[in-house]
């Protein structure tokens, strides 16, 4: 007897080989999709967006492509958000985390047609993955209590970082740029502290960072343009007409002399708030919200720069600066801290107008300016220093680093591959498997290079063979070579974290066998 | 003039559901060009036709896809549907189980190997089937484990009654038979369980038991240490004396970095909020916390009122007013000694900053739930108006602090060392989203069967050892039943078989060799510890492979199973509306 259909209409359902075929395929192709942007001479994509405008996005960071990607199939969207996650949590090998995942897969969809049961393989990758993190964890580098040479280690991180990206062929600069905003830190890893202001015109070369802060924002009209010794007040308030807040207070009067004698009183006591605001003795007043013409004009007659509409971060910035706590009442002007700094000018980067606030008394926020030539190149410069900043920052607090060029994955797989000669069982298969796709890695960045990746991986497993061996692919020279001559760096954290959660996802996606699609959600208008 | 009287009133149905296919029609305009008048009239018209063709019982629409089913038919069809979702949570089962990748309607993607989570999200359509997601969710409250294991003994013994019925076995006295036959099942359950003791220093036991549950989910790599907090957890918020756990107190929070190995046991509460004000402490040492249900905003009557302003004075009044307003607010929260302000409702700006100005940190927006826990915790009492507040009230934790994750702004706060420890956090940190709801299913899971454990202290072994030795005991019990219901009670010893049999062909065992082998050794040696050796350990004593189950929990698993199959056997005409 026919069984009636247990799904709703629109449902499928996938078992078994089908189903692990398709999540294999899915993973594969995202990861395929990512493959070329790996390395430092890793390709850029294009991407369009559907919405109004067609914006278009230049972009080589894993996971801003996999983020802009609208895909349905379920196994590819567990690479999508391993990505994601990489990049909120290390910031940086958002497109090794992909590409490992499914080198993974690959390795698995042989091993599942060689009659393995996906179990098998499954303990056989966590064997493989416990081990490769051991190897790694041997060889870590650590020069935290050498601040100098730690310094030096972060420099080689973040070129490192850059040199896959738009900004490699000023990375030194850059590299320095980002080192000290991040030393700026202070160990915090709040990178919203670091205020990025993007101004189109210029070369990438022209961009700087700046020790104090830069406000995006105009000074009113005949406001001091100069201020020395500035007493900042930082404030979240409303400086308009000030509504009365109990609830269900309305306005009711019977003559026109009483509706100006009421305005008259909101005037007062505008003016009264603008007084109160004075007498704590300031010469710049920056306040969240809009401040309108009449306590402009007010602010105006006595002297003091306000600025208005400072978003949100921004007002936390400059409360970080200069010192100041945001104040949002002000009935004791002595007992509220305020911010200062040495001076506030309105400086001009391309054409615009900004205010620059130097001398501040906290240094732990501070701004980069990038300058390049359209909006596209700096949204890439942008993203690019933030997945450098983001590894530095992490790297401040767990100072553990590792050589790069291919050359973690080298020392894995022949750990991995140790382990693999040692273990009895079915197991081993899938041991030597993950060996295989680590130095999927380092082939995936020769080959993006144009160079001869079976002849350099031979080379360098040859290398690799000889105990502290410092061999990685130079892809500069097209050549193997000693990664610590050349100072190419990466963080242990990055590293750790792309081990981990693709060897999870890869075990998640191996351990499914059947797919069920719910029948889509019926939007109301279709009705 | 019965029949008359039948046809009658079905006459009348056919009416209303005439009436109600209107309704359903116009709503989709398709006949909007038609007057609502017209429309009704062609519709009963509709409807009185298909009396005229002598289907008087039924009204069936355009398509004639859907039928009745009747007698052995219907009970057939159930039959078959009911197995069909038992067949795909079979493969889920035990320790080397698989998971299920479920894609939901808003392309959300679940990765799960818990039963109830599977049948849940399933998208469900045929009514006998839901009845085995119904199934499924309540093994999952009342035990919260064993969610897979009870469909999965559900499909076989439907399997089995399918063959009963073939025999030409009336499916009552089939049903009649299992009863008979779980009877006789959980009676032997209770008499091969074992007790154990544990306390709060020695809780090795539970963990054991905890880590059976963990090790067929995805979170089997650190099966240890989370079955550690899943019971560390249990026995703070357990009342030993009156053996209760209320788990609600326990709170799970999930984010997403990190690893597995970071997820952690808090003695306390942890709030996905950060300061009210980015300014204000992030760590408060000591703290007393007022819990507060009322803004700090100006007061709204419910009822509706105005206030007028019609001078320049009261304009004054009125302000001044205000400003005393949020400044009473904030003293009255001070004078009660409070050190720490948490409330359910935001702030306005001005009071914002006086908090901070007064050096009294706050917390806003903090939902209701998360708001009693802290209440209990701290000890605490929910204030709901500024007048009531006093320092009995407040609630007291030996240190509060704020803590950031990763490279994005997000921050969480952590309550630890209250005044009554009776509220623990468990927060999970995992590779990726789905990775982190697993994980809160499968400690939900574990939760469950430490609080099992505690509330009945008897055990029975798992790898279907209790399983085999079930079917062993009522396939002997079977002989002594004179009449039909003894082969539909050998027919459930045959469907105990199914799970041990079910748990050696996922682990890729021979099933048939394995579990005959097993069993043969339960009878001679006439020890109930044997049962499948799915994690190839080498042995089949499942004393020794450490792998118990809850006693109630297998005993409410054979029960619910008989139940619903009893209900699907006791169909015997299936009436499927057609959509409308």
């Known amino acids: 007897m026919p069984i009636d259909k247990i799904f709703k209409d629109d449902a499928s359902e996938e078992k078994g080989e089908r189903a692990r075929m398709a999540s294999f395929i899915g993973a594969m192709a995202v990861a395929d999709l990512v493959k070329s942007t790996l390395g430092p001479k890793g390709m850029d994509k294009i991407l369009q967006s559907t919405g109004r405008g067609h914006s278009v996005t230049v972009t080589n960071d894993g996971a801003t492509i996999l983020k802009s990607l609208h895909i349905d199939n379920p196994a590819a969207k567990v690479l999508v958000d391993i990505s994601k996650v990489q990049d909120d949590e290390v ?53 935290k209590e050498n601040a100098e040479k730690f310094r030096s280690d972060l420099m080689k991180i973040a070129m490192t970082t850059l040199c896959s990206k738009i900004l490699s062929q000023d990375k030194e600069h850059f590299a320095e740029m980002a080192v000290d905003a991040v030393f700026r830190l202070k160990g915090s890893t709040n990178l919203e502290a670091i205020q990025i202001i993007k101004k189109p015109g210029g070369s990438l070369r022209d961009s700087f960072l700046d020790e104090g802060f830069i406000l995006d924002k105009k000074i009113g009209i005949g406001q001091p343009k100069r201020i020395e010794n500035a007493k900042i007040l930082v404030a979240n308030t409303a ?17 026109m002399t009483k509706v100006a004698e009421i305005e008259g009183a909101e005037k007062e006591k505008m003016k009264d708030k603008v007084n109160k605001i004075l007498a704590h003795g300031i010469n710049c007043f920056v306040n969240r919200q809009l401040i309108y013409n009449f306590p402009e ?71 980069i300016v990038l300058r390049g030539a359209s909006h596209h190149v700096l949204d890439e410069a942008e993203r690019s220093l933030h997945d450098a900043l983001c590894v530095l920052s992490q790297t401040v607090n767990d100072s553990r680093v590792l050589l790069g060029g291919g050359w973690p994955e080298m020392v894995m797989a022949k750990e991995v591959d140790e382990l693999a000669r040692k273990t009895a069982g079915k197991k081993s298969h899938a041991i030597e498997a993950f060996s295989r796709a680590l130095v999927a890695i380092p082939t995936t960045i020769a080959d993006n290079a144009g160079l001869d990746s079976a002849e350099l991986v031979a080379q360098l497993r040859a290398e690799h063979h000889n105990e502290g061996c410092n061999a990685g692919i130079d892809v500069i020279s097209g050549a193997v070579g000693d990664m610590e001559e050349r100072g190419i760096y990466e963080a242990f954290k990055v590293k750790q974290a792309v081990l981990l959660s693709a060897t999870e996802a890869a075990e998640m996606i191996l351990r499914v066998d059947e797919i069920i699609t719910c029948a889509p959600r019926r939007r109301e208008d279709r009705m | 003039a019965d029949l008359l009287g039948f046809s009658h009133s079905n006459h009348f149905r056919s009416e209303t559901h005439s009436s109600f296919f209107l309704a359903v029609r116009e709503k989709k305009k398709t006949r909007s060009e038609l007057g609502s008048d017209r429309g009704k009239f062609e519709a009963r018209k509709m409807a009185l036709a298909f009396d005229e063709f002598g289907r008087p019982f039924i009204i069936l629409r355009e398509q004639d896809q859907k039928t009745r089913l009747r007698g052995i038919d219907a009970q057939k069809a159930n039959i078959a549907a009911g197995k069909a979702v038992a067949r795909i949570l079979r493969s889920s089962l035990g320790p080397k189980g698989m998971d299920k990748m479920l894609q939901g309607p808003d392309g959300d993607v679940t990765i799960t190997n818990d039963g109830a989570t599977i049948l849940e999200q399933m998208d469900v359509d045929n009514q006998i089937a839901k009845l085995m997601v119904e199934l499924s969710r309540s093994q999952d409250y009342e035990i919260g484990d064993g969610t897979t ?118 003695y306390g509460i942890l709030v996905d909020k950060d300061m009210s004000h980015p300014q204000m402490p992030k760590q408060i040492e000591d703290a007393h916390i007022a819990i507060l249900t009322c803004p700090f905003e100006p007061p709204k009557p419910k009822t509706k009122h105005k206030v007028d302003i019609d001078t320049v004075e009261k304009f004054e009044t009125l302000r001044k007013q205000e400003q005393q307003y949020f400044d009473e607010m904030v003293q009255k929260c001070k004078d009660v000694g409070a050190t720490l302000v948490i409330c359910q409702w935001g702030f306005d700006d001005e009071a914002n900053h006086l908090l901070m100005h007064r050096n009294l940190p706050a917390v806003r927006w903090v939902g209701g739930v998360e708001l009693e826990l802290i209440a209990i915790a701290t000890g605490g009492r929910i204030v709901p108006r500024f007048q009531e507040l006093t320092p009995e009230k407040l609630g007291k934790a030996g240190m509060v602090r704020e803590k950031s994750f990763g490279t994005t702004k997000e921050r969480m706060l952590y309550i630890e060392h209250c005044a009554n420890s009776k509220a623990v956090t468990i927060f999970i940190r995992g590779g990726n989203k789905m990775m ?28 279907g050892a209790a399983e085999i030795a079930c079917s062993l005991a009522v396939d002997a019990a079977a002989d002594k039943y004179p009449g039909v219901e003894q082969y539909a009670i050998r027919a459930f010893a045959e469907a105990l078989d199914s799970v041990p049999m079910a748990l050696a062909e996922n682990s890729g065992l021979q099933p048939i060799e394995t579990l005959s082998a097993v069993k043969s050794q339960q009878l001679k040696e006439n020890i109930p510890f044997y049962g499948i050796d799915c994690n190839d350990v080498g042995t089949n ?25 009893k209900m699907i056997l006791k169909i015997d005409d299936v009436i499927s509306n057609s959509e409308y």
Request: hydrophobic residues 45%; aromatic residues 4%.
């Open chain 1, 239 to 255: 400086m308009d007409t000030d509504k009365v807040k109990i609830y269900g207070a309305r306005v009711r009067v019977d003559s």
């Open chain 1, 297 to 367: 004009e007010l602010f105006a007659d006595a002297g003091v720069l306000a600025i208005e509409h400072a978003d949100f971060e921004g007002i936390e910035r400059l409360g970080l600066v200069t010192g100041g706590e945001i104040a949002s009442t002000f009935d004791n002007p002595e007992s509220v801290k305020l911010g200062h700094c040495k001076l506030i000018e309105e400086i001009m980067i391309g054409e615009d107008k900004l205010i620059h606030f130097s001398g501040v008394e906290m240094g732990q926020a501070c701004s």
């Open chain 2, 149 to 266: 294991g009870v469909v999965v003994m559900a499909g076989a013994l439907l399997e089995q009654a399918e063959r009963q019925l073939d025999r030409g076995i009336h499916p009552i006295r089939v049903a009649e038979g299992y009863e008979m036959a779980s009877r006789v099942a959980v009676e032997h359950l209770e008499r091969i369980s074992q007790k154990f003791e544990f306390d709060v220093n020695n809780f090795e036991p539970l963990v054991q038991t905890c880590m059976t549950t963990l090790s067929s989910k995805i979170v089997n790599r650190c099966k240890r240490s989370l079955a550690e907090i899943a019971v560390k957890a249990v026995l703070a918020v357990a009342d030993l004396e009156r053996r209760d756990v209320n788990l609600d107190l326990i709170k799970i929070e999930g984010k997403v970095g990190g690893n597995l190995e970071d997820t952690e046991l808090i």
């Open chain 1, 91 to 143: 910031g940086d090998g958002t497109t090794s985390v992909v590409v490992l995942a499914g080198e993974l897969l690959r390795e698995a969809e042989k091993l599942v047609t060689a009659k393995i049961h996906p179990m098998t393989i499954i303990a056989g990758y966590r064997m493989a993955a416990e081990c490769a993190r051991d190897a790694l964890l041997k060889r870590v580098i650590d020069n």
């Open chain 2, 541 to 565: 004593d499942m004393r020794e492979q450490n792998v118990f189950e809850t006693l109630i929990g297998k005993q409410q698993q054979i029960l619910l199973a008989t139940q619903v199959v």
């Open chain 2, 436 to 463: 982190i709801d697993e994980t809160k299913r499968s400690i939900h899971d574990a939760l469950c069967v430490a609080r099992n454990l505690i509330r009945n202290k008897s055990i029975v072994y798992g790898g």
